[in-house]
C-alpha cells in the first residue's frame, strides 16, 4: 500500500464548537474548509471536524500532539479556559505528558520529548 497522505476524521456532537476549540483554543491552522467540515494541520499528519454524531466519542481513541514546551503550552491554554483532564507528568516511558479534552471529551494528549530521551537521539550517530 501506497500511503498518499492521512488525516484523522472527529465527527462532533457540536460542529461549531469543535471547529471553534481546535481553530481558536488550540490554536491550530486551518489547512481546507468546505460546507460542513475543517481540516486542520496537525504536525506531519491533518484533523478533520466534519459533520455530526451523537454518541460521543470513544475513552480508547485519543489525539496524540507532540508540543515543544508542555508547561509553556498549558499555561497558554490556561489562559484560553483549558483546565488539563490529567496534569503533566513524566511518563514511566520517558515522555512528559498531559491529558486536555475537547467539547466532546475526546482526550488529547499533549507530549514532550524531553532532552535526553531516545526520541530525540540521532540513530545516524
Do not use: C, N
Not at 21 to 30: H, K, M, N, V
Not at 71 to 84: D, I
Not at 92 to 101: Q, S, T
Request: net charge negative.
Amino acid at each position: 500500500m501506497e500511503v498518499l497522505s492521512s488525516r484523522i476524521l472527529i465527527h462532533p456532537r457540536d460542529l461549531e464548537a469543535s471547529t471553534a476549540f481546535y481553530r481558536d483554543t488550540l490554536g491550530l491552522a486551518i489547512d481546507k474548509e468546505f460546507p460542513g467540515g475543517t481540516v486542520f494541520f496537525l504536525g506531519h499528519g491533518s484533523l478533520e471536524i466534519v459533520g455530526s454524531a451523537s454518541t460521543g466519542p470513544s475513552p480508547d481513541v485519543a489525539l496524540w500532539i507532540q508540543v515543544r514546551d508542555l508547561p509553556a503550552t498549558l499555561a497558554g491554554l490556561a489562559t484560553r479556559g483549558v483546565t488539563p483532564v490529567r496534569e503533566a507528568r513524566r511518563e514511566p516511558w520517558g515522555l512528559d505528558e498531559a491529558w486536555i479534552a475537547d467539547p466532546d471529551g475526546t482526550r488529547i494528549v499533549l507530549v514532550e520529548v524531553p532532552a535526553g530521551h531516545p526520541l530525540r537521539t540521532d540513530p545516524r550517530s
